[in-house]
């Protein structure tokens, strides 16, 4: 069954917005990751939040992560046409197999000049 | 140096056929993935390696058969291939130590098309 559910499934902004991408889930986790696609390419990990943390930076990057509500959201500051790519949370659920990723849908961003 | 290779990139055969992909990773990772994705980009796991042992088995078709000849190696052969086998197949590899890790990498994909 589905895990994640990314929210929009499509965002288009301009370059230099922000872009915010969110993931809810159902089950409880020991971790979330959040995923980048190129077209045509494989999964790129961006960065991963543990269950016990609220919030992390990487460059233009900011996740944070709400247990409670479980839903975790993906900041994208100061957008650039490169970052024009489908991005999909996954989470590691705790209880059960540890060795499971699951994909949500994803969102498609694109980026325009 | 990739870090995870599948093989072939693209492959196009027709219905009933039996074919296989290949997957080659040097991270000196201990797991190992298939992953299907479909038209609509969904993701979904269908089978995991550790140390060359099953660790993972969704429920997919028993047409689809994997194989860990070593930790380095996960391929996947499929028998009696269906239309609704068309999908991109990634491979992907991590290292397991402990509940909080387990960052993924992946293959580049391998696009299969059944005519």
């Known amino acids: 069954s589905q895990q994640g559910e990314e929210d929009p499934q499509a965002l288009s902004i301009q370059e230099g917005e922000n872009a915010t991408m969110n993931c809810s889930y159902k089950?409880?986790?020991?971790?979330l990751q959040w995923y980048r696609q190129n077209s045509g390419r494989g999964l790129v990990h961006l960065i991963l939040?543990?269950?016990?943390?609220r919030e992390k930076h990487s460059g233009r990057l900011r996740v944070t992560l709400d247990t409670s509500k479980k839903s975790s959201s993906l900041l994208i500051t100061a957008s650039r046409a490169a970052d024009t790519a489908s991005y999909f949370c996954?989470?590691?659920?705790?209880?059960?197999?540890?060795?499971?990723?699951?994909f949500g849908k994803g969102t498609l961003l694109t980026v325009n000049p | 140096d990739t870090a995870v290779s599948q093989t072939p990139k693209y492959l196009v055969t027709q219905m009933g056929n039996d074919k296989s992909i290949k997957c080659e990773q040097n991270?000196?990772?201990?797991?190992m993935y298939w992953y299907k994705q479909d038209s609509k980009k969904f993701l979904k796991i269908m089978f995991s390696?550790?140390?060359?042992?099953?660790?993972i088995n969704e429920t997919v078709p028993n047409r689809f058969s994997p194989k860990s000849p070593d930790k380095a190696h996960l391929n996947l052969h499929i028998n009696s291939l269906e239309l609704g086998d068309s999908a991109v197949y990634f491979c992907?590899?991590?290292?397991?130590?402990?509940?909080?890790?387990?960052?993924?990498?992946f293959g580049e994909g391998s696009r299969l098309t059944v005519l």
């Open positions: 996954a989470t590691r659920n705790s209880g059960g197999s540890n060795y499971k990723l699951t």
């Open positions: 089950t409880s986790i020991n971790n």
């Open positions: 939040i543990r269950s016990n943390e």
């Open positions: 991270l000196g990772h201990d797991t």
């Open positions: 390696y550790n140390n060359k042992e099953l660790i």
């Open positions: 992907a590899s991590s290292h397991i130590a402990g509940v909080n890790t387990g960052e993924l990498f």
